[in-house]
């Protein structure tokens, strides 16, 4: 059996990934697709450890996380578009409206 | 001694495809890529044990909300907009914080390691035994959720719809 360490290193080193690309981008599109890897790799850690602890709560969770993303791509990529119409470009720092 | 393999290389594909993902210019490869990172982490479910979110992964993340980032990227022709580079103090701290982050997650999960071997016993787990324990003690937290994609839905078309846009303008 592969030790539950391995595949929470491998959720870490995701999840710093999904950091990175929020911090450093400035495409909301991809903004967004780091904010689903950080997901994704919490979505692994769940599930390493109802492995590790033979509960079924992290499992229904994982479910539960799927669902709450799906809603949140199509809400948030609605509002790529809407911003794309009045502004013609996704980059983040352009929607600055309600910046003082 | 084959687990072991397959969890390298599956992890290396994971973790190579993500970095794709944050670095690559142009938004049609990184959405490309993100979806072979995920194919990766299905993988990583079959190796703990549940094959049924193994499939929901491919079937609900790789197939529909990755058509649906695919989707928009080509609706507004991103890839041939030029993305500008952040300010390089941004790039800096962003670069440098998530580094720090990442190694000392690593570092301490590896140092004081949480789990450090695996379970005794296999925990294989069935969609009928998901199915049963979501339809008993989940059934409120379920029907929560059909509500909140079923006000997803709703947002979505008057977000999108033709009027949102003419009462902003106007």
């Given at each position: 059996?592969?030790?539950?360490?391995?595949?929470?290193?491998?959720?870490?080193?995701?999840?710093?990934i999904?950091?990175?690309?929020?911090?450093?981008?400035?495409?909301?599109?991809?903004?967004?697709?780091?904010i689903?890897?950080?997901?994704?790799?919490?979505?692994?850690?769940?599930?390493?450890?109802a492995?590790?602890?033979?509960?079924?709560?992290?499992?229904?969770?994982?479910?539960?996380?799927?669902?709450i993303?799906?809603?949140?791509?199509a809400?948030?990529?609605a509002?790529?578009?809407n911003?794309?119409?009045?502004?013609?470009?996704?980059?983040?720092?352009?929607?600055?409206?309600?910046?003082? | 001694?084959?687990?072991?393999?397959?969890f390298?290389?599956?992890?290396?594909?994971?973790?190579?495809f993500?970095?794709?993902?944050?670095l690559h210019?142009?938004?049609?490869?990184?959405?490309?890529?993100?979806?072979?990172?995920?194919?990766a982490?299905?993988?990583?479910?079959?190796?703990?044990d549940a094959?049924?979110?193994?499939?929901?992964?491919?079937?609900?993340?790789?197939?529909?909300?990755?058509?649906?980032?695919?989707?928009?990227?080509?609706?507004?022709?991103?890839?041939?907009?030029?993305?500008?580079?952040?300010?390089?103090?941004?790039?800096?701290?962003g670069?440098?914080?998530?580094?720090?982050?990442?190694?000392?997650?690593?570092?301490?999960?590896?140092?004081?390691?949480?789990?450090?071997?695996?379970?005794?016993?296999r925990?294989?787990?069935?969609?009928?035994?998901?199915?049963?324990?979501?339809?008993?003690?989940?059934?409120?937290?379920?029907?929560?959720?059909?509500?909140?994609?079923?006000?997803?839905?709703?947002?979505a078309?008057?977000?999108?719809?033709?009027?949102?846009?003419k009462?902003?303008?106007e």
């Amino acid at each position: 059996m592969i030790p539950t360490a391995w595949f929470l290193i491998l959720s870490a080193m995701l999840f710093a990934i999904g950091v990175c690309g929020v911090l450093t981008r400035k495409n909301g599109i991809t903004i967004f697709m780091s904010i689903e890897l950080m997901v994704n790799a919490v979505n692994l850690t769940f599930l390493a450890y109802a492995r590790e602890f033979h509960q079924l709560h992290g499992l229904i969770f994982v479910l539960f996380i799927m669902a709450i993303a799906a809603a949140e791509a199509a809400v948030g990529l609605a509002i790529f578009i809407n911003l794309f119409h009045h502004r013609e470009t996704i980059d983040v720092d352009e929607a600055n409206l309600m910046h003082w | 001694m084959i687990e072991f393999a397959v969890f390298f290389f599956f992890a290396a594909v994971a973790v190579i495809f993500a970095l794709v993902v944050v670095l690559h210019r142009n938004p049609v490869v990184g959405a490309l890529s993100l979806v072979a990172s995920f194919f990766a982490l299905a993988v990583m479910y079959v190796l703990l044990d549940a094959p049924f979110l193994a499939a929901l992964q491919v079937i609900v993340y790789a197939g529909a909300i990755m058509v649906l980032f695919l989707f928009v990227i080509m609706l507004l022709n991103l890839q041939y907009q030029r993305e500008e580079p952040t300010r390089p103090i941004q790039q800096f701290l962003g670069y440098f914080g998530s580094a720090a982050f990442g190694v000392s997650l690593v570092y301490y999960i590896s140092k004081y390691a949480v789990i450090a071997s695996g379970p005794k016993t296999r925990f294989v787990t069935s969609a009928k035994t998901i199915g049963i324990r979501l339809f008993e003690a989940y059934i409120l937290p379920f029907e929560m959720v059909s509500i909140l994609l079923l006000a997803a839905i709703v947002g979505a078309l008057v977000l999108t719809s033709k009027a949102a846009g003419k009462q902003v303008t106007e």
